[in-house]
């Protein structure tokens, strides 16, 4: 290894250990990296679930070349650059109906920063600025903000920072390992857990509470899809008492469930969806949120003539490159069928994932749509080891996948062949069984 390693404070790592045994990727073309020492590795993972496409399709690469020679950067503030207009358009065609209004950012966490602003901002607009509380979920990764570790509930990535957000409340998680093992597709137990959010109603009153946010298939904590008809009954509840139902999409949007948005999947429309990663194929950083038209009127028309009608924006909101991407992304999704390509895997890919079914140290398998997550029993008094252990002897034989905790999870992009899922569950067989 070449590179000197001492600077880079890497995110989410342990750096130390990384930096004693380092794992680096030099190229991607296709369902493949590359990696420092020339092996060809599948990925498992879609980059960081960003990469539905594939990498380096030259139809998103010729897109940002040509963008960063044509206008490489525009103020975001009063002003525009058409790039912005088309790619909002082309998303809001995309997400639910009524979602029409489009917010660009740069990452996930910003995402959610802006969902949580909008949502305050609305309640205000609308004569209801008692309505300050927000409600996550146990469990919940809602990325690595203030407001999104506020309403997460991942507690290692929220001990360290203090206070952060006043008033935020929880519902609980929706993980039943008693009564939900071995779940294809959404649990059959569990849509009673949204009542929850009446307990929270009762305890806060529903006057304080201005939205409630939740990932519809929550992917970091492990893969946990929404028990049937659970998302149906929070929806119910939130109208019920006129708070705002934002889904966190940042991972399940465009693509991964088999259409644009959980929506196509659940058949449920939140308020606000979150969206970053596969909008622009990971290739270009980009983040944003899909508002209802109506909560947008409502902001924009309670202010003056000539006011900034919502104080909010980042300066690289709507960045021609990630614009550009995101345009060509959308295209290739579309003219390559990937959306439709996830039922047609979906069979295949939920039969290998349940025949490791009693292999060694396997203590639960789910999937939904091109995911899937192999629970591991952990060592005793090692949280994560076997599964990071897993990790690297999958990398080792060739296979990109994710550890979060004692879950493996895999999220390849959408373009895999059937003899690929085959490869990549066959290395994940060889390495469980000679993993201690
Ligand atoms: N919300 C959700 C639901 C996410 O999954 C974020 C927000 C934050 O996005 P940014 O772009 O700020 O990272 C995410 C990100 C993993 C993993 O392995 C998941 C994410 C990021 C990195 C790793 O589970 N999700
Ligand atoms: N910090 C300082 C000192 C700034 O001037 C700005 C933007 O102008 C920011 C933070 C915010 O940066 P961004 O708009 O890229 O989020």
Redesign the pocket.
Known sequence: MRNDLTSYWMP?TANRQFKADPRMLVAARGMFYRSHDGREILDG?AG??CCNAGHGDPRIVAAIQRQAAELDYAPSFQMGHPLAFDAASRIAALTPATLDAIFFCN??????DTALKVALAYQRARGQGGRTRLIGRER??????FG?ISVGGIVGNRKMFGTMLAGVDHLRHTHDPTRNLFTRGMPEHGAELADDLERLVALHDASTIAAVIV?PV???TGVLAPPKNYLQRLRAICDRHEILLIF?????AFGRLGGASSTDLFGVVPDIM?F??AVTNGAV?L?GVAVAQSIHDTIVDSSGPGAVEFPHGYTYSGHPLACAAALATLDVYAEDGLFERVGQLEPHWEARVHALRGQPHVADLRNIGLIAAIELTPRANEPGARAFDFYRSCFERGVLV?A?GDTI?LSPPLIISPAQIDDLFDTIETVLRNLP
Request: glycine fraction near 18%; charged fraction near 20%.
């Open positions: 989410f993972t960081l679930w990452s996930g966490s910003e995402a959610v919940g990764y809602h990325g690595v903000g999104g990932e929550a992917c970091s966190d999409e940042v991972i399940t979150t970053a990663k950083p983040g994710r979060t999870a």
